[in-house]
Nanobody, 119 residues
């Protein structure tokens, strides 16, 4: 099975840029028809899709976040990275990286990592 592991700082100050990396094992991020996404769940709220990068490197973002969001990859390391700029306390959430497959939706999830935005 494909395994995903999020990594990055757990505490970020307001106005800074949040950067999280997802390391993938058991499968290649360039595998045809695989999609690699970032999602988050603020405390007491539902899951929010943030964006994704395809097997060919194309990116798509949630309209509510696209102005602040960037997803890119390093194929040599089998990693993809989320950057969220100008963070506020409302960006506090558990962040997940996820593998999806065309025609199937989400298939594999990382364990999630807590990120707190606070002075």
């Amino acid at each position: 099975q494909v395994q995903l592991q999020e990594s990055g700082p757990g505490l970020v100050k307001p106005s800074q840029t949040l950067s999280l990396t997802c390391t993938v094992s058991g499968g290649s991020i360039t595998t045809n028809n695989y999609r690699w996404s970032w999602n988050r769940q603020p405390p007491g709220k539902g899951l929010e899709w943030m964006g994704l990068i395809t097997d060919t490197g194309s990116t798509f973002y949630s309209p509510s976040l696209k102005s602040r969001t960037s997803i890119f990859r390093d194929t040599s390391k089998n990693q993809f990275t989320l950057q969220l700029s100008s963070v506020t306390p409302e960006d506090t959430a558990v962040y997940y990286c996820v593998r999806s497959e065309v025609g199937w939706g989400p298939r594999d999830w990382g364990q999630g990592t807590q990120v707190t935005v606070s002075p």
